[in-house]
Each structure stands twice: as structure tokens, then as C-alpha cells.
């Protein structure tokens, strides 16, 4: 299966994922994260909340 891939700011590509219903990105050095809440409204926009911060390389 072709996971479908998001390319950030820096140029690093993350492979996306679904894990028991959530979001789930992977970066190159197999590190991941996991959206735990998205489309809240706050102050100044729209935040989603994640469970860590993947560095760049």
C-alpha cells in the first residue's frame, strides 16, 4: 500500500497514516506523531493538537 506523503516547510517528507481512527504522521528516521484533536478554535485561528514534535534531520 502508497501511503500518501506531506512535505513540510523545511523539505522533509512525512508519510501519512490511519492508527485507530487518528492521524499519524512518520518522518524519515521512522519517528511519528499522532493528531489528537483538530479544528479548535482559539484566539488568533484553528489549532490541532498533536502527542509530539518530530525534528528535522
Request: aromatic fraction near 2%; avoid cysteine.
Amino acid at each position: 500500500m502508497v501511503l500518501p506523503e506531506v512535505k513540510t516547510l523545511e523539505g522533509e517528507i512525512l508519510k501519512a497514516s490511519i492508527y485507530n481512527g487518528k492521524a499519524m504522521l512518520t518522518d524519515a528516521k521512522e519517528g511519528t506523531l499522532m493528531v489528537i484533536a483538530t479544528n479548535l478554535i482559539a484566539g488568533n485561528g484553528v489549532i490541532h493538537v498533536i502527542d509530539t514534535v518530530l525534528m528535522p534531520e
